[in-house]
């Protein structure tokens, strides 16, 4: 059964969650939650978001970082030629456990949003991915994202500019 938005909270990173137990089914992805999510935001290179449960608010069912970044697309006929600036999903993931219940899509929903908001002050023009495999290749194309031409694995999707804009993703 699919979530139940109401029943999640998304909410930054905190010293409440326990990061140690969160099993995605990729090791890098834990391991960095585990390891370097804490301080990538006091460092200012990474906001770390988490969704959990209103029932169990210590345990980390998934999470997302949010960067700014820089794309500079190779031979795009979609994009402008020059670099634009690109709001960046650098990792998202969701405990193995509750997979393919809907999470990984509320938590992209929620980082369009985030960014969409964040580019009414500072101009980004797209949310760009590195997905690491293809099924996380088809999770973002089930979303819209579309490949960048170029040697790395990147996705990209335009971003809505208004509130209302954002809110229709999803
Ligand atoms: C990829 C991941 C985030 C998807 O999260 P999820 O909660 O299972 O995704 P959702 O339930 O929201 O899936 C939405 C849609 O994405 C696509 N999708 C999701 N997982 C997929 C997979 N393994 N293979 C192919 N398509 C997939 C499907 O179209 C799916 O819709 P459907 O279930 O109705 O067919 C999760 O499997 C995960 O954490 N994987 C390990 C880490 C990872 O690969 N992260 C990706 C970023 S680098």
């Given at each position: 059964m ?22 995605c ?8 939650l ?7 935001p ?7 978001f ?12 998934g999470?997302f970082?949010?960067s ?14 020059h ?6 999903v650098g ?6 456990s509750?997979?393919r219940r809907g999470?990984g ?12 908001v964040?580019a009414?002050?500072?101009a ?5 991915v ?8 088809a999770f ?5 994202f579309?490949?960048?031409n ?14 209302g804009?954002?809110?229709?993703f999803a």
């Amino acid at each position: 059964m699919n979530f139940e938005p109401d029943s999640l909270r998304i909410e930054p990173l905190g010293p409440g969650h326990d990061r140690l137990v969160f099993r995605c089914g990729d090791e890098r992805l834990d391991r960095y939650l585990r390891e370097q999510a804490s301080q990538d935001p006091r460092r200012g290179t990474a906001r770390v978001f988490v969704a959990v449960s209103i029932d169990g608010p210590q345990r980390i069912l998934g999470y997302f970082t949010l960067s700014a970044a820089t794309v500079v697309p190779a031979d795009e006929k979609r994009l402008p030629r020059h670099a634009i600036p690109a709001a960046l999903v650098g990792r998202l993931a969701v405990e193995a456990s509750v997979a393919r219940r809907g999470l990984g899509g509320l938590l992209l929903a929620d980082a369009v949003k985030k960014a969409a908001v964040a580019a009414e002050t500072v101009a980004m023009a797209v949310m760009v991915v590195d997905p690491i495999d293809e099924r996380a290749e088809a999770f973002y194309a089930a979303f819209g994202f579309e490949c960048l031409n170029g040697p790395r694995r990147r996705m990209f999707l335009a971003l809505p500019f208004s509130r209302g804009g954002a809110d229709s993703f999803a």
